[in-house]
């Protein structure tokens, strides 16, 4: 099945920008999404579709995908963006086609 | 507004059987489909499988499959997760997640989430 790899940690002072990679074989040619879990939070989505943003998301949160590696920016950021981030793609063809990547923990110093 | 009402935090002895279940309101519950996602302690995300409420189809990640049971019953907007006898492995925070017809689409809206735990 299709695999994602996420750096485990990350970390940026505040008022700087975050850059989370999500890598997958050819992943440019996929659609991802990307969710923040805060701590004892549930999952919320950020980013889907590469680059869309949902509804009460601010614009600081950015994503793009090309090749095998598809990127997650968060820019001037805040300690409550501090949380797990988890990018996420469907696999067609796949008999586990809802994959996640292992998560990401965003640490702001 | 979209929500997803997910059932308490339960305490179970292996071997028990368990149904959890998660109510969508503020949208037409049969035009969704339903994930369930299983989040281990300290661990990142799972899919095990989803159902469309609309028609029940339903499907389970290889790893799920035959471990639990998905089901809906529409005329009250519910989804359901099933096991029939834990271990002490499913102990877990479960999510419900919502996610449009298209195959690309994301999960949208989430549950809060319920915490299994299974100890003897």
């Known amino acids: 099945s299709y695999v994602l790899t996420q750096p485990p940690s990350v970390s940026v002072a505040p008022g700087k920008t975050a850059r989370i990679t999500c890598g997958g074989n050819n992943i440019g040619s996929k659609s991802v999404h990307w969710y923040q879990q805060r701590p004892g939070q549930a999952p919320v989505l950020v980013i889907y579709s590469d680059n869309d943003r949902p509804s009460g998301i601010p614009e600081r949160f950015s994503g793009s995908n090309s090749g095998n590696t598809a990127t997650l920016t968060i820019s001037r950021v805040e300690a409550g963006d501090e949380a797990d981030f988890y990018c996420q793609v469907w696999d067609s063809g796949s008999d586990h086609p809802w994959v996640f990547g292992g998560g990401t923990k965003l640490t702001v110093l | 507004e979209v929500q997803l009402v997910q059932s308490g935090a339960e305490m179970k002895k292996p071997g028990e059987s368990l149904k959890i279940s998660c109510k969508g309101s503020?949208?037409?519950?049969?035009?969704?489909?339903i994930g369930w996602v299983r989040q281990m302690p300290g661990k990142g995300l799972e899919w095990m499988g989803i159902i469309f409420p609309g028609d029940s189809n339903t499907k389970y990640s290889p790893s799920f499959q035959g471990q639990v049971t998905i089901s809906a019953d529409k005329s009250i907007n519910t989804a359901y997760l099933q096991w029939s006898g834990l271990k002490t492995s499913d102990t877990a925070i479960y999510y419900c997640?919502?996610?449009?017809?298209?195959?690309?689409?994301?999960?949208?809206?989430w549950g809060q989430g319920t915490l299994v735990t299974v100890s003897s």
């Open positions: 997640a919502r996610r449009d017809t298209s195959h690309w689409a994301p999960f949208d809206y």
């Open positions: 503020g949208y037409s519950f049969i035009h969704y489909w």
